[in-house]
């Protein structure tokens, strides 16, 4: 169930104006350029309160359909909860072929008696583990399924002219396994909307495909008992490199220079439509088509989470950096460039935040867009519109 919480609404966005005015490529001719910021995976700097939160999930229609056609809409994420938990279940007991392989068990763990053991084979044999999934100790109970929205504010400038302030709403499904204050979790993007303040020059719209093809994010969390009955919420700087071969930059994300040719082995085809690079379209007076690729920086410091564990919040800090593979126009080859703004010049409060709810176990990205009104307080900025 989810839980209702006083919070301040403080938001703020991404800026995807620019987000995908990126510097130059050539129609096909694969000319290179930086863009502007995306739906960053972000995770949260300085803590924030959020405002009123939704319904009671009991009141949250999980038969509602979206329609997969439109582009601002939730189509085939390709990751089911199901598919959030990479292991089968099974018994203490059963024979095993892979020595060493892991599964999630049967035998129930923890604290509250919510979680189950791992198991490993070992000699032929399922032999349950110490890892269990859900072990609060004395800590906030923050196993199960969330809801998450992150929002981004940015100021962007393309082909050298200042263009806006500009806004990026992303929604999560996050899977969280716990131990102690350790939180390990899987998150996968659902849906990325974008918009700025002169959004009849350019207006970046995500098609779906964007959200659907990109991966499960593993992500390590850390709760703090501040000594007041309240507890923090950190996460340390995690990197999510786009439409690139892992293999690239394995464990140095950070250092890792991008492509600038569509043709660079390491630039790769996640969306599936022949091109390399992730397509992004662009509406507006400066309106087009891009690929792109980028690397994006995301980071939690001083947030927050509810000592019933069922919601969370904070302040993101992020950086983006995109290179746009393809473009249609001379324009959109010029790039852009976008920077974190904080305050917004628009609205009050934090500029960009996360907030994060307690929805039913096993929900997935259709239940998380379908229902993001009544999951998540009003947006900062309406760009639904």
Same mark, same amino acid.
């Given at each position: ?37 995306? $739906?960053?995976?972000?995770? /949260? #700097?300085? /803590? #924030? ?28 994420t390709g990751a089911d909860m199901d598919e959030m938990d990479d292991t089968d279940t099974g018994d203490t007991g059963e024979t095993c072929s892979t020595n060493g392989e892991t599964r999630l068990g049967e035998t129930v763990c923890g604290s509250t008696s919510k979680g189950k053991f791992y198991q490993e084979c070992t000699g032929g044999l399922w032999e349950d583990t110490e890892k269990c999934t859900c072990d609060p100790g004395d800590f906030p109970e923050v196993c199960g399924t969330y809801a998450q929205k992150m929002w981004f504010t940015a100021s962007s400038k393309v082909a050298t002219i200042n263009m806006a302030e500009a806004w990026t709403r992303t929604y999560f499904v996050v899977e969280q ?72 930059? $394995? ?36 309106? $087009? ?23 969370? $919040? ?20 010029? #790039? ?50």
């Open positions: 169930m989810i839980m209702e919480i006083k919070m301040k609404k403080f938001f703020a966005v991404f800026t995807v104006i620019a987000m995908f005015m990126l510097v130059s490529c050539g129609d096909d001719d694969g000319d290179t350029g930086n863009t502007g910021d995306t $739906g960053n995976t972000g995770d /949260t #700097g300085d /803590t #924030g309160n959020t405002g009123d939160t939704l319904t009671d999930v009991d009141q949250v229609d999980t038969q509602d359909e979206v329609d997969d056609t439109d582009e601002g809409d939730i189509g085939d396994e716990q131990e102690q204050d350790q939180i390990h979790i899987k998150a996968k993007i659902c849906n990325i909307k974008i918009d700025n303040t002169v959004s009849y020059l350019l207006q970046m719209m995500m098609p779906q495909s964007f959200a659907d093809a990109l991966p499960i994010l593993p992500k390590e969390s850390t709760l703090i008992n501040n000594g007041d009955d309240t507890f923090g919420f950190t996460q340390d700087v995690s990197w999510e490199l786009r439409s690139i071969d892992p293999t690239c930059y $394995g464990d140095n994300p950070g250092d890792y220079a991008l492509p600038t040719d569509k043709t660079d082995p390491c630039a790769q085809d996640w969306d599936k439509d022949g091109i390399p690079g992730l397509y992004v379209k662009a509406n507006g007076t400066m309106g $087009g088509e891009v690929h792109i690729v980028e690397k994006s920086s995301s980071e939690f410091k001083d947030a927050w989470f509810a000592d019933d564990g069922q919601t969370a $919040g904070g302040v993101v800090l992020w950086t983006d950096e995109q290179v746009v593979l393809q473009a249609s126009s001379t324009a959109l080859k010029m #790039g852009a460039e976008n920077q974190m703004k904080e305050p917004s010049d628009k609205f009050e409060g934090p500029a960009n935040f996360f907030e994060q709810f307690k929805i039913p176990d096993g929900s997935d990205c259709i239940f998380v867009v379908s229902n993001a009104a009544t999951i998540f307080n009003p947006d900062p900025i309406n760009i639904d519109e």
